[in-house]
């Protein structure tokens, strides 16, 4: 009968932590989703000048062109989360979210850079 009381106060307590939590549980999960966007947007506000310089750089586009691209990416992804946690066109948002992956993935050279896809393809394989 011990293990039969155990169990039966666990269930009771899971049940009460989930009727007192469960009108956020949502929001948390919301913000678990969008969490690497909102880290990337307010490290693009705090180094502002170094994305800008590192754009410049690699792409000889300018200091306009440049300051242009870190905008729209700092205003997509902090715009895009504050949909999302809304719950206002979180499809639309979800879809600017993705296009803000697209062109990073451009704009940083990811897609050709070896070393880069190598170390996310040997973490990946020694998660399985």
């Given at each position: 009968m011990g293990?039969?009381?155990l169990m039966g106060t666990a269930e009771d307590f899971a049940d009460q932590f989930l009727r007192v939590?469960?009108?956020y549980l949502p929001h948390v999960a919301r913000l678990c989703l969008i969490s690497t966007?909102?880290?990337d947007g307010i490290r693009?506000?705090?180094q502002w000048s170094e994305q800008r310089d590192y754009i410049d750089t690699t792409w000889s586009c300018g200091y306009l062109l440049a300051s242009s691209f870190v905008l729209?990416?700092?205003?997509g992804q902090l715009t895009g989360?504050?949909?999302v946690l809304s719950r206002n066109f979180v499809r639309c948002a979800c879809c600017g979210l993705f296009g803000i992956i697209?062109?990073?993935t451009i704009a940083y050279s990811i897609l050709?850079?070896?070393k880069f896809l190598m170390r996310f393809s040997r973490t990946s394989w020694a998660q399985l």
């Open positions: 293990q039969n009381d939590t469960k009108q966007f909102l880290e693009m506000w705090f729209l990416n700092l205003l989360c504050v949909l697209a062109l990073q050709w850079d070896l």
